[in-house]
């Protein structure tokens, strides 16, 4: 095979879905993003079950030759000096990899996550207080959630591995006795990635003598080269930069999942002047190099966008990343800036590109929006223009704002639920009531035989929202409070502006902004709710509140209940524009953002409302009781803020995009509007400028970011009854695109109701 750039791409997507299939094949359906892990080599691989962070059994595939050493009775290992050296064991047992067609060197084959049993350390006692109100509302209170903030990528390409060390000596120095667990953590973290950068090196440099093609031992050679001098020194190139990002990128992913590359036109942009400057780089060499990156991990990138001082930065890295994207056609989650002052030029080729590769990518980001609404947060509006997208829905300052970005979740529906038993007088929990004197006195008049009334039950429901609310708030000041001490976000921390000067985890006050997102979800399953009592029971009578309450409890059984079921279900909904749901979502949407900013929080951070549900969608839906929209037990929530599927019967985007930037929450955190675009309906240019004008309007209306599809129904139908003849089928499932053949049945289902359905 010749040894060109477009060859080599292909070698490489060919061995991209070989390794795909084979993770398939042995640990099964993956609902998350594709992270472009290498599974061990046979003989290294230990296959196990066990449970998930998230409580689900799973198959896991452990190193072997590599055990955790615990510093606590319960197994388990805790503290910076502890999670450091584990970390660097984990690292000394991980083989080098190397692939020949790539320029850069370097996979990932173990999640450390995976070997931190239990998470939360045994003496750090959440209190019973918060914990029965997580238990009552169904909450995601973030207590021991990890990254999803973004690092500062510059600072490593500035002093490399060997400039990092020196700066924890310098600071630990200075700073001693002070922080000497946490500089020995950082320690352990540097030596490990030197010591694995240096093996590598050697078997790239082994391979290269033992290969007789001129071409690829040449590609060996420089690699060999290339890595040698990255373990201690920073990157001078375009190439060596592309390299240094990918050793710090795996060993984030591999320590805690960590995504965000952030700005990477920015990034780039000083190696790529010059380097084109002194005729060392051409655009079709650039682009390889960040192929060869984003196959490694489909990191979170933001393109284009204003600088801090307004200005746009997009620059022909911008492009280069959305070529190298294009021509890899595997998942990605590469943003592309919209809004005033930005480059038309970067939006008209990315839907070109979304509308000819079919795989949701790139996504749209409505920059203006999320910058301005940030800024409402008390920040000036030139900080706010810092933050980069850096995760499925989410931004945050490079290395300078610690986030928790969708980590920390209310279930409206759970909250709705409670709200909705409260109201008829069913039992709720032992746990201290929240209601009060004016919605104490409605429960009352109930009591003494009232009709209860939708006004009423908003009363209530908002008022569990409200203790829902400060119960993230209470959980959210524990986690601050303790999480350095159980698990320090060391890598992150090495490419963050603070932690090291102050001897301070990031989750500890390392860092100068604390801004922690809490998403609401289930919006249209609550929104539609509402207009369905609101319609049915109390202006129609067409049910009794007894009856709505009989027919919840029983699941909707038997032909009566089909019959309630789908009367319920037919009313006008949220997203068919003008209807009382659409009113419901818009204040369901506002009460939750004024309960949030509003929350008490000590004075400590702020909370940053958002509308996302994420991979949750199901998992929410499990727990949660038959609903008044005609939802049965068990069946998954709502998608973020979009509205159900079938919405309406022409499905018309437009109203869909509308809807959607209605409910905007407004203050710098997103809530994304998924699409669903037929390829028949969007061809060529005439589909691009379509695609064009509706993203347009939709930021124009406030909208935050968009998300879209580009399937036509029946591929999606076939691939979903046999996914093994489209193996290299990708979707953008929400905030992150996998290949459609690693979903599990019921995540399959999700994409495919929403294309086929109209949503």
Not at 223 to 237: K, W
Not at 351 to 377: C, S
Not at 733 to 755: E, I, N, W
Request: glycine residues 8%; contains cysteine.
């Amino acid at each position: 095979m010749a040894f060109t750039y477009h060859d080599r791409l292909d070698a490489l997507r060919a061995t991209k879905l070989a390794q795909t299939r084979e993770k398939q094949q042995l640990i099964g359906s993956m609902d998350h993003d594709d992270w472009a892990l290498v599974l061990p080599p046979p003989d290294r691989r230990e296959v196990v079950q066990t449970i998930s962070g998230s409580g689900m059994p799973i198959t896991d595939v452990r190193l072997k030759g590599y055990e955790p050493r615990p510093n606590h009775p319960s197994g388990g290992f805790f503290g910076a000096r502890a999670v450091g050296e584990n970390f660097r064991a984990l690292i000394a047992a991980h083989p080098p990899y190397v692939d020949p067609n790539s320029s850069l060197a370097g996979a990932y084959m173990a999640n450390f996550m995976s070997y931190r049993k239990p998470h939360w350390n045994p003496d750090t006692v959440v209190p019973q207080r918060l914990r029965d109100l997580q238990a009552r509302y169904q909450l995601h209170p973030g207590i021991g959630a990890v990254q999803h903030f973004c690092q500062d990528l510059a600072i490593g390409l500035s002093l490399g591995w060997g400039g990092l060390l020196d700066k924890i000596h310098h600071y630990q120095s200075l700073n001693a006795p002070k922080g000497a667990e946490f500089y020995a953590g950082l320690e352990q973290v540097v030596l490990g990635m030197q010591d694995w950068i240096r093996r590598t090196a050697a078997a790239a440099r082994e391979m290269a003598r033992a290969e007789r093609r001129r071409a690829v031992r040449k590609n060996l050679t420089e690699m060999a080269e290339i890595n040698e001098r990255l373990v201690t020194e920073p990157p001078r190139t375009f190439r060596e930069a592309c390299q240094w990002m990918l050793w710090y990128q795996i060993a984030a992913r591999m320590f805690n999942g960590s995504g965000s590359l952030g700005r990477l036109d920015m990034l780039l942009l000083p190696f790529y002047e010059r380097d084109t400057a002194a005729g060392l780089l051409t655009d079709e060499e650039a682009i390889f190099h960040i192929a060869c990156l984003l196959l490694r991990d489909t990191a979170y990138i933001q393109l284009g966008g204003p600088d801090e001082t307004g200005r746009d930065a997009t620059s022909p890295v911008s492009f280069l990343v959305l070529e190298a994207a294009h021509r890899l056609r595997i998942p990605a989650n590469v943003g592309v800036c919209v809004g005033p002052g930005v480059d038309p030029r970067l939006l008209r080729r990315g839907v070109e590109i979304l509308l000819a590769d079919k795989a949701g990518i790139p996504k749209f980001l409505g920059i203006v929006n999320t910058a301005t609404g940030f800024a409402r947060n008390g920040y000036p509006l030139a900080l706010a223009w810092t933050r980069a997208y850096s995760g499925c829905h989410w931004s945050a300052i490079p290395g300078r704002e610690y986030t928790l970005n969708d980590c920390v979740k209310i279930n409206f529906g759970a909250v709705f639920d409670v709200a909705f038993r409260d109201l008829v007088g069913l039992p709720i929990s032992d746990c201290q009531s929240p209601i009060g004197s004016e919605v104490a006195s409605r429960k009352s008049q109930i009591a003494n035989g009232a009709s209860p009334s939708v006004a009423a039950l908003w009363d209530i429901f908002a008022a569990h929202l409200k203790f829902a609310v400060q119960a993230i708030a209470d959980g959210l000041a524990f986690h601050l409070e303790h999480m350095g001490e159980v698990f320090p976000e060391l890598v992150l921390d090495l490419l963050c502006h603070g932690p090291i000067e102050k001897g301070l985890d990031a989750s500890a006050g390392g860092l100068e902004f604390y801004d922690l997102c809490l998403d609401g979800a289930a919006l249209a399953t609550v929104a539609d709710s509402f207009a369905a009592i609101e319609q049915r029971v109390e202006k129609e009578k067409r049910l009794t509140w007894a009856e709505l309450s009989a027919h919840l409890d029983s699941n909707w059984a038997g032909a009566e209940g089909e019959r309630a079921r789908l009367m319920m279900r037919s009313v006008p909904r949220y997203g068919s524009g003008g209807s009382r749901a659409d009113e419901w979502a818009v204040r369901i949407s506002q009460t939750f953002t004024r309960l949030v900013k509003e929350a008490d929080t000590g004075g400590r951070f702020q909370m940053i409302p958002g509308l996302f549900s994420w991979a949750n969608t199901i998992p929410m839906g499990k727990g949660l009781r038959a609903t008044p929209n005609g939802r049965r037990a068990g069946e998954p929530i709502s998608h973020g803020a979009n509205p159900d599927p079938g919405f309406r019967s022409d499905g018309a985007p437009t109203a869909l995009a509308a809807a959607v930037a209605a409910v905007q929450p407004g203050y710098g955190n997103t809530a994304p509007l998924q699409l669903e675009v037929d390829p028949m309906t969007a061809d060529e240019q005439e589909g691009v400028a379509a695609i064009e004008s509706l993203l347009k309007a939709h930021f124009d209306l406030g909208g935050t970011q968009v998300n879209i599809n580009v399937v036509d129904a029946a591929t999606l139908r076939a691939a979903h009854k046999d996914p093994s003849r489209y193996p290299d089928l990708v979707v953008r499932v929400t905030g992150f695109s996998a290949y459609f053949a690693s979903l599990s049945p019921a995540f399959r289902q999700l994409v495919v109701d929403r294309l086929v359905t109209g949503a």
